[in-house]
């Protein structure tokens, strides 16, 4: 379809039973060979993995049991919960050496190929698809109550998957995405909206949550572009195929993040751009293109959130006093403001001082 591509993500189903840096044996059964024919491609893959450890003996699960690695309960037993695999153990990322061994876990899919991860469910859930206060749980980790630790789980676990891939390939910069973290998440990982649902109203959400993550110092923010399910509770991830227009609203404002993918439940119909028409198709592929001429720009706004702590992403009242919630600043040249209502053919742009450049057309106004 002539649209510029470069990540593959494998969601859970790449997993054999869901157990964690496994391949299915079957869909997945040469990832190696897969991953050479996909690099010749010019595609990498990232790989989603969750702290939910499947309660079976494999190789994983046998280290963190044998190693006083989990989360336990009071009686000192390991604490079990119900994720994908069904039971499933937590590793205690506060400790060093769980931290040291989880990295090392990401070895086999290393080398297979697998260039960038995910974590995902990383609050971590402790029971899937179930109404409960975590904080109540019996939890206990090595240095205290999971009261005291919860907000800091995903942060450790994302440092442990960067300085597991930076000992696995010295020399190459780790590309980690993360659901949660906690203040000073941005040295390990990026960071996605998670679960959001195919509304407009979430369309708006994108916006305000990449603000103000940038506002919180994490530069590389973004959304699963037209919705990742239809609304919340346990058959929120059953859904229809969003309106051909919301999905392509979402594909303009996504393609101005510094994370950009489409993501999509899996019980739902295809959602990729040439989903919806001709139409959607053209207009995915004109902001696509667009995102691509606009990289190297936010390479250098990347670099600069690095060494001043800027956001890439920023409000407006950043500048000036402008106070609009709709639009945003990406670096200090580029005026974003998406069309986020049904039906909306214009809109009001409010300008900071300064001679701007409309994009499309090249006309300067004030």
């Known amino acids: 379809e002539d649209l510029p591509a470069d990540v593959v993500h494998l969601d859970i189903h790449y997993m054999h039973d869901y157990r964690v840096f496994t391949f299915h044996p079957e869909r997945f059964a040469q990832p190696k060979k897969m991953h050479d024919e996909l690099r010749a491609l010019g595609f990498r893959t990232m790989a989603i993995i969750d702290p939910g450890v499947s309660a079976v003996p494999y190789d994983v699960y046998d280290t963190v049991t044998s190693g006083d690695m989990l989360l336990k309960r009071k009686d000192g037993s390991a604490y079990t919960g119900k994720v994908w695999p069904g039971a499933t153990v937590f590793p205690d990322f506060a400790q060093a050496k769980v931290r040291d061994a989880w990295g090392k876990f990401h070895e086999p899919l290393v080398d297979a190929g697998i ?59 780790p590309f980690v995405l993360t659901r949660s973290g906690f203040l000073g998440v941005q040295r390990h ?49 059953v859904k229809w195929r969003p309106p051909a227009e919301l999905f392509v609203r979402w594909m303009e404002l996504g393609s101005l993040m510094p994370f950009y993918r489409v993501h999509c439940t899996l019980y739902a119909p295809r959602q990729e751009p040439w989903s919806f028409g001709k139409r959607a198709l053209d207009v995915s592929r004109t902001v696509l293109r667009r995102r691509y001429r606009l990289l190297p720009y936010l390479y250098a706004k990347a670099l600069e959130a690095h060494e001043t702590g800027l956001p890439i992403v920023r409000a407006l009242w950043l500048s000036e006093d402008v106070k609009r919630d709709d639009e945003f600043l990406v670096g200090d040249a580029l005026l974003v403001a998406p069309i986020l209502e049904k039906g909306a053919t214009k809109r009001t742009v409010q300008l900071p001082a300064g001679s701007w450049i409309d994009w499309h057309t090249g006309d300067v106004h004030a």
Do not use: C
């Open 115 to 173: 260039s960038g991860f995910w974590n995902d469910m990383n609050d971590p859930v402790l029971r899937v698809a179930e109404v409960y206060d975590p904080l109540q749980e019996d939890i206990r980790h090595k240095d205290g109550s999971h009261a005291k630790m919860r907000n800091t789980y995903a942060s450790a676990m994302a440092e442990a998957t960067r300085t597991g891939l930076q000992a696995l390939r010295p020399g190459v910069r």
């Open 189 to 237: 990982a990026a960071v996605w909206t998670g679960d959001n649902h195919s509304t407009w109203a979430h369309l708006v959400e994108n916006v305000h949550m990449a603000v103000n993550l940038s506002l919180s110092g994490v530069p590389i923010v973004g959304a699963d572009v037209g919705g990742f399910g239809r609304g919340p509770g346990k058959y929120g991830a």
